[in-house]
């Protein structure tokens, strides 16, 4: 984090502009107003990153350059895999009266497929939290079921599922539904079903919503009642071309829903009546490949065929590598007159060899991509590709906020730990003395006099910090009342946060943060330490 650490030294009440308020006049690095970045909205450092060696910038579109309402958008979804069980899997007709808790469920969960359980795990995979649907399990079952066995559990596929993504959210709520109906209706659900099968068939009802289109139409209809308004996105995007980058958008959307939400975003309207779609945002890019069907599309030996799009008719044209192919009979491939024909191109399908050759790319390692799935943006394209990463993580912004709160606590959480520890090691001390050193009577007499002295001191730190520990829970629990941090279980970094860590080499809140950065930054990590560092070197 480097410079960014000062910053969030400060107060950050008194130093800070939040740009999101000010939607008329969108504040970036390059304006003449200095602007001071509020703690939320900061880009945060894992790994060294010099902007200076990069040469073309990518961004995923879907909960990246398009943040969507949850509220409004996952509840979209869950209403239609509900009605695909009912109305195309045959679950009872009672599901169809069920509501959603948008706000339930949160990334870095795993679904236990064959025992209907919900985890929460360290980064060490020690499971921390664990639900059977929603009741939670005792410290007992907990062990029991996953800290008995000789060989440690992956916690992968095919057994497990990850909620990784914010589309996830939905199915991960309706599982939850869906194994306390079948443990409490026993009567409604066929004996054959299980939880691993209940799993399978919410994950066929989703795809049978992507599939048929049902949320992507409804979305385009009224784009603004799902997708959040960011007025920063162009000015991010014009500030990266007037750096003299190469700006990319690869996304698993379609041309024509990517050109509704992308025409929503760059001049926040709705195509109603005489308002039609152009594609103005065409020329803050270089290069569009849609259906790009990630995370394959990051593979050199994916076969896929790159086809060129005809922005104005949707129509895909054969090309060789990005070249267009004539045609048999000599017909003319010309794509439809339009003023941004030049500037862009507009692709489906492909990989990421046709990408690089179509931006001149010379090194993996000069590309930088921002993008929200830590699977199939980030992991891939950083194992695979070796490419810089930006991870987008909208809960971060809440809870670094909550953080700052919570910071007092947890230093004197650390203080009273510490006090406790030094208490202890004495009264260890004086026990030895007692039971195996040959002391005088009065001297033995003074020792166990100090041996309850401490004992009393011991008891009133350790009461002490029990109270701490209930006022850090208890502010904890305002990050999440189930879940509580995404970052963390308990004093260990939660198993999201050990992904972001791994695979991001930067993280922050939104994807427009980029605007508040000089494009030519040199992004730092902050110095990692060692436990027996902590108690050395000055923090």
């Excluded at 949320?215 to 007025?231: G, H, S």
């Excluded at 929503?264 to 803050?284: A, E, I, M, R, T």
Aim: hydrophobic share 35%.
């Amino acid at each position: 984090m480097g410079e960014n650490l000062g910053t969030v030294m400060m107060d950050k009440r008194t130093h800070s502009f939040d740009v999101n308020h000010v939607e008329d006049d969108p504040r970036i690095w390059s304006s003449s107003v200095e602007c001071k970045i509020d703690i939320g909205k900061q880009i945060f450092c894992n790994r060294s990153l010099n902007m200076k060696n990069i040469v073309a910038v990518g961004f995923d579109m879907d909960y990246t350059l398009a943040q969507y309402k949850a509220e409004t958008f996952e509840s979209l979804a869950y209403a239609g895999t509900i009605r695909k069980l009912v109305y195309d899997l045959g679950y009872s007709e009672e599901l169809l009266s069920w509501s959603f808790d948008w706000k339930y469920m949160v990334r870095g969960l795993v679904l236990d497929k064959k025992r209907g359980n919900i985890l929460k795990m360290d980064r060490h995979k020690y499971v921390k939290v664990a639900y059977h649907g929603f009741k939670e399990l005792s410290k007992d079952d907990k062990v029991e079921t996953y800290g008995n066995t000789l060989v440690r559990d992956s916690f992968d596929e095919p057994d497990y599922a990850l909620v990784d993504t914010l589309f996830s959210l939905a199915e991960a709520y309706l599982f939850a539904q869906l194994v306390d109906f079948k443990d409490n209706n026993p009567d409604k659900v066929p004996e054959d079903i299980d939880y691993a099968r209940i799993y399978k068939d919410v994950r066929a009802a989703v795809d049978l919503c992507h599939r048929d289109g049902t949320l992507k139409q409804m979305v385009a209809k009224d784009p603004e009642r799902y997708i959040n308004v960011d007025t920063s996105i162009l000015p991010m995007l014009k500030m990266l071309r007037d750096s003299g980058r190469s700006t990319f958008l690869v996304t698993n959307s379609l041309w024509d829903y990517t050109n509704v939400v992308m025409n929503f975003l760059c001049n926040s309207s709705v195509p109603d009546g005489d308002q039609k779609l152009n594609f103005d945002w065409l020329q803050y890019f270089d290069v569009v490949i849609t259906g790009s069907a990630k995370p394959g599309f990051f593979h050199d030996d994916n076969r896929a065929n790159l086809f060129e799009v005809d922005a104005k008719s949707g129509m895909l044209l054969n090309t060789d590598n990005g070249s267009p192919m004539p045609q048999v009979g000599g017909a003319s491939l010309a794509l439809s007159p339009t003023k941004l024909a030049k500037s862009c191109r507009v692709f489906q399908g492909g990989n990421v060899r046709h990408l690089h050759k179509l931006l001149s790319i010379e090194s993996s390692s000069q590309v930088l991509y921002v993008g929200d799935h830590i699977y199939g943006d980030i992991l891939r394209s950083k194992k695979a590709l070796g490419w810089r990463t930006m991870l987008v993580v909208p809960e971060l912004e809440r809870e670094v906020e909550l953080l700052w709160e919570l910071r007092k606590t947890r230093k004197e959480l650390q203080e009273l730990r510490n006090e406790r520890n030094v208490i202890e090691d004495k009264i260890h001390h004086l026990k030895w003395s007692l039971k195996f050193e040959d002391v005088e009577a009065d001297e033995k007499d003074r020792l166990s006099g100090e041996l309850h002295q401490l004992e009393g001191e011991r008891e009133r730190v350790r009461l002490s910090h029990q109270d701490a520990l209930r006022e850090c829970h208890r502010q904890v629990l305002q990050f999440h009342g189930v879940w509580g941090q995404l970052m963390k279980t308990g004093y260990q970094n939660s198993r999201f946060a050990h992904q972001v860590e791994r695979f991001a080499c930067l993280y922050s809140s939104q994807v427009t943060n980029l605007s508040l950065y000089s494009p030519d930054k040199y992004y730092r990590p902050s110095e990692d330490f060692m436990p027996h560092e902590f108690g050395i070197i000055c923090l």
